[in-house]
Nanobody, 125 residues
């Protein structure tokens, strides 16, 4: 099992920035891909970003491309999501996820095996 704990959420004005962190513990391994999803009230959980185990390959949803940056520090078993130029439509609960068994570049929620509890991000206009 892998346990994930997110931090860094909060309230920010439109145009501002936040940095989310996700620390992994338990049966961790540097070969795991990691990712971020988000879920707004009344909407389905949606893909935000994914990073390969070595950090060389990253994938982003079109809605956040150019504004969000995913990264990881394998020595700390931690991944990050730097969010810049935030918009009110970015308001959601953000979830950290780890993919152990899924396809190499999977971006569907079913492609990830472990999930954090989520952290709230609210962007005011």
């Amino acid at each position: 099992q892998v346990q994930l704990e997110e931090s860094g959420g909060g309230l920010v004005q439109s145009g501002g920035s936040l940095r989310l962190s996700c620390a992994a513990s338990g049966r961790t391994g540097v070969t795991f891909a990691m990712g971020w999803f988000r879920q707004a009230p009344g909407k389905e959980r949606e893909f935000v970003a994914r990073i390969s185990w070595n950090g060389r390959n990253t994938y982003y949803a079109d809605s956040v491309k150019g504004r969000f940056t995913i990264s990881r520090d394998n020595a700390k078993n931690t991944q990050y999501l730097q969010m810049d130029s935030l918009k009110p439509e970015d308001t959601a609960v953000y979830y950290c996820a780890v993919a152990e068994f899924g396809p190499p570049a999977g971006i569907a929620a079913r492609d990830f095996d472990y999930w954090g509890q989520g952290t709230q991000v609210t962007v005011s206009s």
